[in-house]
């Protein structure tokens, strides 16, 4: 089995690799192929990921290259990792939304937008290059913004899913507070990408006993402190949401934070240069503590579980995964992207029935769809006019005066990455 990693330079990759190594019985792999533009990290991550495979005693090979084409050649799946400008345009991001009052993020607001704007149309080039060397190859994305890629690589008829860590982080943390072992948790995890809540935690399966309301009671000052909301948000409302929801709940609040400590994206950068110089000693040969907060928690038990599933049927067989909506929540259309449980194998992913939603809920849903939808369009087509309405249309912006300015700022920290521009 060949696997290629395209964005396969970043230091996330380490994780990737251990997750590889250690469920190499789940997920048998001949060739992993790291492909990357940057050839200084790809020497670097390569040579680290070769002597982890070697320590664990894993049979496979690495190589590495530069070239799409060659990297992606015969792959039986392929996923996507990839930041279009880098730690640099991640900053820009996170920094020009707060002139005008709005939170400065990577996936979401107007930064995820500009991000969608970079990412969508490198990642429809790539997945064509797949398909034109292997049609049946899978496309797993980790390639933020989530929801927005893999919406455009399903509509472009891709043979794709969407993968986030947040839910399988969610697991595993209240497996451990639970003391029962990580697959007994089944998550009631429904919504988008970053835009999810966890309604209920079964162990056993869906039919099994509801814990969340034991987690609450006995951990939701532990759960609320980590995901910096007030406890009684958790208890008003019964459910966990994801760390995502703060910049809804508390968007003011997060933007007089943003504009007194340094970007995110310098912290990451700073914390990239230690991990390079880490990755360069011939006598490391495993994934070093630091990169424990880098981000991804889990991210490569997640990915292997999924393409386990895909390749071959032998991942679990219900999996939280973007995919197309189908029915799924009524209140959308069938081809939105949503993220919840879906039973997966080797013909791809579809989703479980989920309950009624509250309009607390799906009015959120519904909203950050239509800008998914609008801001689609932007990514495909381009146009000043189709990123002020997608713009317009998000719930963290929604004002004229807001849309109108954040629309210049967006075009002009852009240019070299808007074709159209």
């Known amino acids: 089995m060949k696997l290629a990693v395209v964005g396969g330079g970043s230091t996330y990759t380490p994780e990737l690799i251990d997750g590889f190594a250690r469920l190499r019985d789940t997920l048998p792999i001949g060739e992993l192929v790291l492909v990357d533009p940057a050839p200084d990290r790809l020497d670097l991550v390569g040579g680290l990921a070769r002597r982890i495979f070697a320590k664990q005693g894993h049979p496979g090979r690495i190589t590495t290259t530069s070239d799409v084409d060659a990297g992606v050649a015969d792959a039986d799946a392929v996923l996507l990792q990839l930041r279009v ?36 149309p490198v990642v429809l080039d790539i997945a064509e290059r797949v398909r034109r060397a292997n049609p049946d190859a899978w496309i797993i994305d980790f390639t933020n913004p989530v929801g927005i890629v893999t919406r455009a690589l399903l509509q472009a008829g891709h043979r794709a899913v969407g993968l986030c860590n947040v839910a399988i982080g969610f697991q595993r943390r209240f497996a451990k507070l639970l003391d029962v072992a990580p697959a007994e948790v089944y998550l009631e995890h429904v919504g988008l990408n970053h835009l999810s809540w966890e309604r209920g935690v079964r162990v056993g399966g869906p039919d099994g006993a509801d814990m969340l309301p034991k987690l609450l009671a006995e951990h939701g000052g532990e759960l609320a402190d980590s995901l910096r909301l007030p406890r009684e948000v958790l208890d008003r409302l019964g459910v966990v949401p994801s760390y995502y929801l703060r910049y809804f709940y508390a968007h003011d609040e997060v933007v007089r934070e943003l504009g007194t400590k340094p970007s995110r994206a310098a912290e990451v950068a700073e914390m990239e240069k230690r991990l390079l110089e880490m990755y360069g000693d011939p006598a490391l040969d495993e994934k070093p503590e630091l990169l424990s907060k880098r981000g991804g928690a889990f991210y490569s038990e997640a990915a292997v579980d999924l393409a386990a599933s895909l390749l071959r049927g032998g991942g679990s067989p219900v999996q939280v995964v973007n995919t197309y909506n189908n ?33 607390l809920y799906a009015g959120l849903i519904a909203n950050v769809t239509a800008y998914e939808d609008l801001a689609l369009e932007a990514a495909l087509h381009g146009g000043r006019d189709r990123v002020f309405k ?21 075009i002009a920290h852009n240019r070299e990455h808007l074709a159209w521009v």
Do not use: M
């Open 85 to 120: 400008g880098g730690q640099a345009a991640r900053n820009q991001d996170e920094t020009w939304p707060l002139e005008c009052g709005c939170v400065g993020q990577e996936t979401t607001g107007a930064g995820g937008l500009a991000k969608a704007l970079r990412t969508v």
């Open 327 to 359: 029915g799924t929540l009524p209140f959308l259309a069938d081809d939105a992207v949503i993220e919840v449980q879906a039973r997966v194998g080797t013909s791809g992913a579809v989703p479980l029935a989920v309950p009624a939603l509250d309009p």
């Open 390 to 410: 997608a713009l317009l249309s998000h719930p963290l912006i929604g004002q004229i005066e807001y849309a109108e300015a954040l629309t210049d700022k967006l």
